[in-house]
């Protein structure tokens, strides 16, 4: 490092801001992570990181903050090793972390393979205190063999649990399963994942029992589940049909026959129509010709469209669809095609043009610019990282007279030096902050930042991913760590 680059002086009061800065540094090496595993600061934000190497994991495994622990226990990204001292830590909330946050798939979703973490599941399902196996029994990565042994747990909660977020209700076991459930609304939660149509002498017998029980929110809100995923016959079908509460359900109904979907198409509640509307299988033209009003506001989905295999033209059909729900559903599918993805930039609902910013790493500049200037919600901070998001936009956010503007603009890399100067003085701290990260800024100009006296520049500049690792290493020497 040369002379002119000599790092300043930092002020004695700044230090554990400094420190905390660098643990938050995306570009801090192992060994800088594996030093600052010994400052006396919040190592919480440490033990979050996703990258942390097998060696900082191990320190923090056993750290004398419980806190620190426990923000490790709920990082899914820990070797199984790991978990196992985890999951024999003396406190239960760091046990119970775990187990909520343990995990048997990658970051895609495939499902890995591993023998120690399977021994990790069986520990933490033997765990003394019922809090720990009740967490556990939430988990919807728990193996079924384990899960199906936690059905017959000494506390009855956790087998409610157990048998209630079964990721996918094999229906040859739905009778033990309600068996066990407690309440309405945990059964209406295993008929939402039941494999198959619910049997109709269960669907019978469970009307049967809700037909005495008083009528509540959970009461009907399972009536209308077990008219969507039973198995209609003749007596069944005529019951839902009956009100148009139950219709809406019954709509949805797979086994529903197709002259009562035909019906249901051309009747008088907006949400009978839109429940055919999202059928899977309907007919294009039929549905096209159902009128429905959406509200803007909802958070509905086509559930079926989300996974469907699709064409490009499938797509754009969908695109093109009078239906905002399908629009809408269809913006929230990873992947689109450019001519897809244009076609919902220019959509008349807002909330279809927020989901193309939201999950499109296609989406237009123009769009982008549109929305982040409308939209005050916290995907806004991801449309300022967008690769598409034009400079110039941000620019204009930056010198915003709103504060919450500015500081989500800030670290913009497009920004002009000018305006981000402007940002590192301003009055508000996350705003100087926030701009004290910025790539744009020169690692000359960084290091005079770290010698800043407002602590929050010197907490900003040494999180900037540009800050050299030998500097780091002079910081820490510095700090005595």
């Given amino acids: 490092m040369s002379a002119s680059l000599r790092l300043p002086a930092i002020a004695q009061p700044f230090w554990e801001t400094l420190l905390f800065g660098l643990a938050g540094n995306p570009s801090a090496p192992p060994d800088i992570l594996m030093r600052l595993t010994a400052a006396n600061i919040d190592r919480s934000g440490l033990a979050r ?51 909520e946050h343990i995990t048997t798939t990658d970051a895609g979703g ?7 973490r399977r021994e990790v599941y069986e520990l933490l399902s033997r765990d003394p205190d019922p809090k720990v196996r009740r967490a556990l029994a939430f988990n919807r990565h728990l193996p079924d063999d384990v899960r199906a042994r936690m059905l017959d747990d000494a506390d009855s909660k956790t087998a409610a649990i157990a048998a209630s977020e079964w990721p996918l209700v094999p229906t040859s076991r739905i009778g ?17 994942r039941l494999d198959g149509p ?24 399972l009536v209308r589940r077990i008219a969507e995923v039973a198995d209609l016959d003749a007596g069944l079908t005529g019951r839902f049909l009956a009100t148009a509460d139950s219709r809406a359900a019954v709509a ?35 549905r096209e010709s159902i009128p429905v009003d959406y509200d803007d506001r909802s958070s509905a989905v086509v559930g079926w469209l989300l996974t469907e295999n699709l ?18 559903t269809l913006a929230l599918r990873a992947g689109l095609p450019d001519g897809v993805v244009e076609l919902l930039a220019d959509d008349e609902s807002f909330a279809v043009r927020l ?57 913009h890399p497009g920004l002009p030096i000018d305006t981000i100067e402007a940002l590192l003085a301003d009055d508000d ?14 690692v000359g100009r960084l290091f005079r930042l770290l010698g800043s006296a407002d602590s929050s520049v010197v907490g900003g500049a040494a999180m900037n991913r540009l800050l050299p690792a030998n500097a780091m290493h002079q910081l820490l020497d510095q700090a005595g760590l």
Avoid: Y
């Avoid at 495939?110 to 120690?116: L, T, V, W």
């Avoid at 049997?199 to 029992?209: F, I, K, N, S, W």
């Avoid at 009747?267 to 294009?284: M, T």
């Fill in 49 to 99: 990181r996703s990258d942390l190497p097998a060696d900082v994991v191990a320190a923090l495994a056993t750290d004398c903050d419980v806190t620190v622990r426990s923000n490790l226990a709920s990082n899914p990204s820990l070797l199984p090793v790991v978990q196992g001292v985890l999951a024999k830590d003396a406190d239960t909330r760091v046990r119970s972390l775990l187990a």
């Fill in 110 to 116: 495939s499902r890995i393979p591993d023998p120690q």
């Fill in 176 to 192: 033990e399963l309600l068996s066990r459930t407690t309440g309405a609304f945990d059964r209406q939660m295993l008929l939402l």
């Fill in 198 to 221: 619910l049997p109709a002498d269960a669907a019978r017998a469970m009307l049967a029992e809700l037909d005495s029980a008083p009528r509540d929110a959970r009461r009907e809100g």
């Fill in 252 to 286: 949805a109904n797979p086994t529903l026959p197709a002259e009562h979907v035909a019906d249901l198409a051309r009747d008088p509640d907006n949400q009978v129509r839109a429940a055919v509307v999202a059928r899977r299988g309907l007919d294009s033209e039929l």
């Fill in 311 to 328: 064409s490009e033209q499938d797509q754009l059909a969908f695109a093109r669809s009078r239906h905002q729900v399908v629009r809408k």
């Fill in 355 to 411: 989901l193309v910013c939201e999950r499109q790493p296609n989406a237009p500049g123009r769009l982008l610019a549109q929305i982040a200037d409308q939209w005050k919600g916290c995907s806004r901070w991801n449309m300022l990282a967008h690769r598409n998001f034009p400079a110039d936009a941000a620019t204009g956010l930056a010198r915003s007279v709103e504060p919450h503007d500015r500081v989500v603009a800030a670290a």
């Fill in 429 to 442: 701290d996350s705003v100087q902050r926030r701009a004290a990260t910025n790539p744009a800024i020169s």
